[in-house]
């Protein structure tokens, strides 16, 4: 079941439809999607939606509307009944927003849930972790961690058994590619921005990337994952890169460094300090290759050194198979 059938679903279901044989021939496993929630209700075929169908009517409630039209069936409210939920409804961090009411819902009926949206999670992660426990479902969210790029996997799986001393990473493509674009292009912060919306990578609401509050959503779900705190964003001094301008730069760049929207959490004997601000990143730092829509992050450990992970270019379809990835582990 999807709940939320916008640009990063349509990719999901794509991916679907592209890697039936290789799921089964790799993983053993075999996905049917029989249920998709949009905005306007929800379309559910027992036997499984007819997926390159789908496909032809682009994405949105009109696509669910069109496809209920050709197979003859209507848009219900929302039951939930199915093994799994992937939730890519808009992110709504002041209130978790449908995201929450689904997820729960979902939890309720003893569904995993694969999340890509970010507000219920930063809204209620200790409640949802409760309902899952006791319903024995797990909650993956990959999607909602910088997507493409493998951030909480390295933190659970590759270091596990490491303490992570410090986590500090550039988590929102968007502003790095509007920083990428002033510093290499001369380009206008409005005019980089704009492409960035229209690539599909901005959030429906843009303030949420170059206000910082994307990237602060990220690293506070990294933090409460990895490093054992229960923040929330209310705990966190963001600054976006809307002060940031050319000039500031230029002056960076004097030396070889360069200007970069930087999410940190640090341990301090036992708190946690989480920030998010622009920052001169020295020439040494890998960071500073971080170009474009690509992000990169740095785990700080004692016993395994600093690992870093860069790429990862936020982009609807890397969003969606981070949403895989979660599906694959879930049953693998
Ligand atoms: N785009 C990206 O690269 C990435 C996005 N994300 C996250 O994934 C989520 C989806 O992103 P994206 O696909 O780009 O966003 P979109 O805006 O393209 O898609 C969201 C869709 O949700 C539908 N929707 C709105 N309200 C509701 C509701 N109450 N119930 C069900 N569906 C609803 C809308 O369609 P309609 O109203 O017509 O039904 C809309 O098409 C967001 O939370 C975003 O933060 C995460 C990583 C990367
Ligand atoms: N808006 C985000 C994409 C989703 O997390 C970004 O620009 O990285």
Request: with cysteine.
């Amino acid at each position: 079941m999807i709940t939320g059938y916008g640009i990063v679903a349509k990719e999901l279901i794509k991916l679907l439809s592209e890697k039936q044989e290789l799921l089964i021939d790799t993983y053993k496993i075999s996905f049917k999607v029989t249920a998709i929630v949009g905005s306007k209700g929800m379309i559910y075929e027992e036997a499984g939606l007819d997926l390159p169908k789908l496909l032809q009517y682009g994405a949105g409630s009109t696509a669910l509307m069109r496809y209920a039209r050709e197979q003859r069936l209507s848009l219900q409210p929302p039951i939930f009944r199915e093994d799994m939920l992937i939730e890519c409804s808009p992110t709504d961090v002041q209130t978790g927003g449908a995201a929450l009411e689904y997820i729960k819902n979902a939890l309720q009926a003893n569904m995993n849930i694969v999340s890509v949206s970010k507000g219920a999670l930063v809204c209620a992660m200790p409640e949802l972790l409760k309902m899952a426990k006791e319903k024995e479902c797990k909650i993956k969210y990959s999607g909602a961690t910088a997507a493409a790029l493998p951030t909480l996997d390295i933190g659970e799986f590759s270091l596990a058994g490491c303490k992570i001393t410090k986590i500090e990473g550039i988590l929102n493509g968007t502003s790095n590619f509007i920083l990428t674009k002033m510093s290499e292009e001369n380009k206008s912060f409005e005019a980089a921005l704009q492409i960035a919306q229209e690539s599909g990578i901005a959030e429906a609401n843009p303030d949420l990337d170059i206000k910082g509050i994307d990237s602060a959503c990220k690293i506070l779900l990294l933090a409460n994952g990895l490093l054992g705190s229960q923040l929330t964003l209310e705990d966190i001094a963001i600054q976006g890169i809307m002060e940031v301008t050319k000039r500031d730069i230029q002056h960076a760049k004097i030396n070889g460094n360069d200007i970069k929207l930087i999410a940190s959490a640090s341990l301090a004997n036992r708190d946690v300090r989480v920030e998010v601000k622009p920052k001169i990143i020295k020439s040494d730092n890998p960071l500073i290759d971080v170009k474009g829509t690509n992000k990169g992050i740095l785990f700080y450990t004692e016993e395994m050194g600093t690992i870093c992970c860069t790429g990862g270019a936020s982009h609807p379809k890397g969003a969606a198979a981070a949403a895989l990835k979660d599906m694959i582990n879930l049953y693998r």
